[in-house]
């Protein structure tokens, strides 16, 4: 059973800082390549970062270039999503989702996916 379990999502207000992290279980952190997406209300869910192996090469969205952070923690079993300077447009429902390619953006490609965790960031 594939077991993705998202935390830290809270209300920040514009300009602040959260970290979101993604609990995986051993046999998903150690066979599937895991990455995060959002999914704002009315909108289709999008990609924001990825990740591979080792954590030498990430890839991010436009939108999340330069203001947020991909990162593992192989002791923890994590996937961390630091996200700085936030704007009222990352308002979001953040998801972590496994699958078997490394670092594609391609929301069909990824057939786990967490509960989901809410980020709403205030003006």
């Known amino acids: 059973q594939v077991q993705l379990s998202e935390s830290g999502g809270r209300s920040v207000q514009a300009g602040g800082s959260l970290r979101l992290s993604c609990a995986a279980s051993e046999r998903i952190f150690s066979r599937y390549y895991i990455s995060w997406f959002r999914q704002s209300p009315g909108k289709d869910r999008e990609f924001v970062a990825a990740i591979d192996w080792v954590g030498a090469s990430t890839y991010y969205s436009t939108s999340a270039s330069g203001r947020f952070t991909i990162s593992r923690e192989d002791t923890k079993n994590t996937i961390d999503l630091q996200m700085n300077n936030l704007k009222p447009e990352d308002t979001a429902v953040y998801y972590c989702?496994?699958?078997?390619?490394?670092?594609?953006?391609?929301?069909?490609?990824?057939?786990?996916w967490g509960q989901g965790t809410q980020v709403t960031v205030s003006s």
């Open positions: 989702a496994a699958t078997r390619y490394s670092l594609v953006a391609e929301v069909p490609k990824y057939p786990y």
